[in-house]
């Protein structure tokens, strides 16, 4: 069994799917703790799980799933919404800057492969700044293949969904500080990240970085700002949680039509037992017509850690659904 020790050198969705197995006694074991790799058994079954991949997951799937692009492609088959875009390399970026003019500004870029809402930039307004972040970013920087997206405006939310029916849904709220009248942005950022190092929920420290410098930029705001006793300030337009997003509970809120599109997908994804889809929306609580609604990405080894401690709201057991699947001779233990 994995003990207190070992348990502690893992990230936290990997803890987290851990402690819910041996909570039913299934005997597991760290193999190696960099690749987050497990062995996991219960009587004469077996499974070697690889962050949270295992024999349930399809590897042509995963795969699949990992090209934000081809994810899209499926999707717009299957006559899901997703946003109006097109994939790049980066010796085509004079190309790219033809398109975004082609369906109009405010338009996203994001990388073909990536994680943690690293490199995605937003409101970009016009062809100059367009270009600025192309040739820098991924012409002359990272030199993958990228995105151009037409920019969807709506809220953000991770749904997490299995087979069985089972799911939780989670309002992602980009990272603010809300003023006291007496310190200065930077400082409010100092005095919460300095909360969020206890770690008693999903909570990531507020990123400070380039995307954060932009999106001040452009909404006119100071890191020596001083905002009023109350007041909300958004520090950038991304809601990834690994930036300091907010995760707020939202399973209860949803209209059925969200859960109705999410189970669409899953069954678009041959023998995809669970998913974890990030769903823009204009209202969630309402019917999800085609124009309400997009899918901006989904994720075959989704996070748990922040359904299961919310920054807000009713803690959702997500990590009992995915063992539910992998060992389902113990669902009842």
Known sequence: MVDEYELSQLHTNQRLFIIEMQSR????????????????????HIEWILDRDSSITPYSVSIICGDKYVTKKILEQSEVSVPTGEKFFPEEWKLSILY??????????????????????MDIENETELENIVTRVFVNGIKKPFIIEKQFEGKEYRVFLTKNGDYAVLHRDPA?????????????IEIENEKRKARTNSLCPIAIDEITEIYMKKNNISMEDI?????KVYLRHNSNVAKGGLCI???DKVHSSVIE???????????????GIDYMSKN??????????NIVEINTVPGIHMHMRPSHGKPRNVAKYMVDLIFPETKEK
């Open 25 to 44: 006694g299934i005997n597991v074991e760290v193999i190696y703790k960099e690749m987050e790799l497990i062995r996991a058994e219960y009587e004469k």
């Open 100 to 121: 975004a003019r082609k369906i109009g500004f405010p338009i996203v870029i994001k990388p073909v492969f990536g994680s943690h809402g690293d490199n995605i930039y």
């Open 176 to 188: 603010s500080v809300i003023g006291d009248g007496k310190h200065t942005i930077l400082q409010l």
């Open 227 to 231: 905002p009023k006793e109350n007041e």
């Open 249 to 251: 509970d939202y399973t």
């Open 261 to 275: 599109n999410c189970k669409k997908i899953l069954d678009t994804f041959s023998g995809l037992s669970y998913v």
């Open 284 to 293: 969630i609580e309402e019917n999800q017509t085609s124009d309400m609604y």
